[in-house]
């Protein structure tokens, strides 16, 4: 009897198993693969790893686990070279007419993604060969970590005697560079990036031997600490000799302008068929819809056409102090609840339920006046330890109206809902074609579809979504402006003051965040540029009926960072060339 309840037992959990099974099985063969992959994508990881496999192995190698990536040497940069011409080889012998679109475009940007490294690399290289005259030192550490790279057996003393006339180089080259004029900045900071890498690699070869070496244990260490005392003099020294210099325009703001053909070329290399004129026509066109939308809004809230006194009752509409948290709930809410309604996007529940909040440092407010986000919400609102002047810029600065069409800029669908299916959604493409193009493109083109659609219901709302619009046609303009040499930052902080309504405080921090962070030059200016790239794509398909806006934004964010061009050319499944070139004009200047 019991082996017969065994039996039926088994039978009832062997048919579920062969039902789950056939489910599953059925499930696999309809999905379509190239939805997640493509027969690139394999090419892309590989040259990925290869790329840190020799940055590992060519570079310091730290105590215990781990990757620093610094300056790369002379035998790092040919091998890295070398290895270029390897893939670009294996991409010649791929079939690229057999790929899909979706195979093309990955085709085309690992392709450029290499090739761009390539000339990246013959700069650093030919940037090396001319001031290597200031590291004759160079050697003597490069020598000893290719010695430690497979545990060579060394001389401890011969290393120690080779560290003292280190020393003695470098002391020669503090004499030499005092009676030097003033050094231009890029060099200055190539040549401080290599003393750097040089004392990272001279610490990871004496970490491997010291302590295990008896003879090296004897001799080197009182030679490798002065030594490393010696390069960061010679650093500090270095640093003293730049041309690098505040701006003396009252702004206490640095940076360096790159000039029009280093921008034209960046935006060759970014996808983008217009060069600075035309960007420049872009924003000024943008602008002047957007004067005449708060002209609008000024008329209906009683201020007739004086909108710079309607965007400040705005400002005034802060909300009190510790409440600003309950604000930016408030307006996601606002946000989702609008999204829902007019059937734009599918969220997925647990990249609704995963966003965080946490409150910005004041001493990072100094360069991030308003809140951003990714993984979470950064709030910007007044501290304890803020003046009274600055605590009112930043309440009004930070107002309800102002940050309607933000706070969805920062969640969802804005970057957290980017980072969440970027994970999840060819993360391949993430690690290898990034672009602030897409990044910010994509959060930016949202607050142009939900103020087309009417999720700004109130003149006041209008005036708070436009004055972000206008900010970002401002961040064309002083970008390009700034880095062709004809503005200085504080012609910059007064244009976001007085032509955008920017607390003065606010515009600095944008300002300098914008000129002396870590930001690309074109990084600023992409957000509208992007935006208005993905909102003309909309149109062509979305405004032709070739797709519901669910059906859109759910492919778009799964596509993954790509240039907008090659988006375009995955939707509109166009045949590529392999030497694939720049050419979609989504602008309409008329």
């Known amino acids: 009897m019991i082996n017969k309840l065994k039996q039926r037992v088994w039978i009832k959990y062997g048919i579920v198993a062969i039902l789950l099974y056939t489910a599953l099985s059925t499930t696999a063969q309809e999905m379509d693969l190239y939805q997640h992959t493509t027969p690139i994508e394999p090419y892309v990881i590989q040259y990925r790893h290869d790329l840190q496999a020799i940055n590992y192995f060519y570079g310091p190698m730290p105590k215990g686990w781990g990757f620093q990536e610094v300056a790369p040497s002379q035998e790092q940069i040919n091998r890295l070279l070398q290895l270029d011409k390897e893939y670009l080889e294996k991409l010649k012998k791929v079939d690229f007419e057999k790929l899909n679109t979706n195979g093309q475009v990955d085709y085309i940007l690992l392709q450029k993604k290499i090739i761009h490294h390539q000339e990246e690399l013959q700069k650093i290289l030919t940037r090396y060969q001319r001031l290597e005259g200031y590291l004759p030192f160079a050697d003597v550490i490069l020598t000893l970590e290719k010695n430690r790279r497979r545990g060579a057996s060394v001389d401890g003393k011969m290393v120690a005697t080779s560290l003292e006339k280190a020393k003695e180089m470098i002391d020669q080259e503090l004499i030499v560079l005092k009676e030097k004029e003033l050094i231009e900045a890029d060099d200055v900071f190539y040549l401080v990036s290599i003393v750097e890498s040089l004392k990272l690699r001279l610490e990871s070869s004496f970490d491997f031997y010291n302590g295990y070496d008896p003879m090296f244990t004897w001799w080197v260490p009182l030679s490798y600490e002065s030594l490393q005392e010696k390069l960061e003099t010679y650093k500090v020294a270095l640093q003293k000799k730049s041309d690098w210099k505040v701006f003396e325009d009252g702004s206490n703001i640095g940076g360096k302008p ?18 600075t004129d035309e960007l420049l026509r872009i924003a000024e066109k943008e602008w002047n819809w957007c004067v005449g939308e708060l002209l609008k809004a000024s008329r209906e809230m009683g201020f007739g056409d004086n909108w710079q006194a309607a965007q400040e009752k705005v400002k005034n509409s802060y909300v009190a102090e510790g409440k600003q948290p309950d604000l930016i709930n408030m307006l996601y809410d606002k946000a989702q609840t609008f999204i829902q309604k007019n059937e734009l996007m599918d969220i997925p529940p647990l990249a609704d339920e995963t966003w965080g909040m946490i409150m910005m440092t004041p001493e990072r407010q100094l360069v991030n006046p308003f809140f951003t986000g990714g993984r979470e919400i950064s709030i910007s609102y007044p501290t304890d330890g803020m003046t009274y002047e600055q605590k009112m810029m930043s309440m009004r600065g930070n107002n309800p109206h102002f940050s309607l069409g933000t706070v969805q800029h920062e969640l969802i669908p804005g970057h957290h809902l980017q980072y969440f299916m970027n994970r999840r959604h060819k993360p391949y493409r993430e690690q290898n074609f990034n672009t602030p193009f897409w990044t ?27 004055f972000w619009r206008m900010h970002r046609c401002a961040r064309i303009t002083f970008s390009i402006k700034f880095h062709t040499g004809e503005w200085s930052p504080q012609q910059c902080i007064d ?51 070739r797709m519901s806006y669910k059906e859109f934004h759910d492919k778009v964010i799964k596509e993954n960072y790509l240039p907008m061009e090659m988006l375009r050319a995955i939707l509109m499944n166009q045949n590529l060339s392999p030497n694939h070139e720049t050419k979609w004009e989504f602008y309409n200047f008329n």
Do not use: C
């Open 258 to 275: 790159i000039g029009k053909d280093a921008l034209n070329k960046k935006l060759k290399d970014e996808m983008i068929a217009y060069n």
């Open 440 to 466: 910010e493109g994509w959060t930016l083109y949202w607050e142009l579809l939900l103020y087309r659609m009417g999720f700004a219901q109130t003149p006041e709302e209008r005036i708070g979504m436009l």
């Open 495 to 545: 244009y976001l003051v007085k032509q955008v309504g920017h607390e003065p405080a606010n515009a600095h921090g944008e300002v300098k965040r914008s000129f002396e962070g870590s930001y690309d030059p074109l990084y600023q200016l992409a957000y509208m540029i992007g935006g208005l790239q993905l909102l003309s794509i909309s149109d062509e398909m979305v405004g032709t009926g």
